[in-house]
């Protein structure tokens, strides 16, 4: 059983940067391929970007590109979203994820993770 424990969430205005860490416990970090979701109010969850187990390879939502960086440190446990140029659109509760998985390069773009974090807000102001 894996835990995840998002932080680093909180207001920033538009044009801003903020860090998101999520903290793995429980299992073995570098067997899983992480993922970060996000959720608006009143809209679906959305898939952000994601990172295979090895950090060698990254995908992200169109929306985001070039403005957000996934990177993990397997021997801290611990996936990183980078957030840049925040708008206003990009406010909601983010999310890690994980999946394990024997493939060193997967990236998980759908919402089949094994287990979910509780999310962070990020509320960007205009």
């Known amino acids: 059983q894996v835990q995840l424990v998002e932080s680093g969430g909180g207001l920033v205005q538009a044009g801003g940067s903020l860090r998101l860490s999520c903290a793995a416990s429980g299992g073995s970090f570098s067997r899983y391929a992480m993922g970060w979701w996000r959720q608006a109010p009143g809209k679906e969850r959305e898939f952000v970007g994601g990172i295979s187990r090895s950090g060698g390879s990254s995908a992200y939502v169109d929306s985001v590109k070039g403005r957000f960086t996934i990177s993990r440190d397997n021997a801290k446990n611990t996936v990183y979203l980078q957030m840049s140029n925040l708008k206003p659109e990009d406010t909601a509760v983010y999310s890690c994820?994980?999946?394990?998985?024997?493939?060193?390069?997967?990236?998980?773009?759908?919402?089949?993770?094994?287990?979910w974090g509780q999310g962070t807000q990020v509320t960007v102001s205009s």
């Open positions: 994820a994980a999946e394990e998985t024997p493939n060193d390069s997967k990236v998980v773009r759908t919402a089949a993770y094994d287990y």
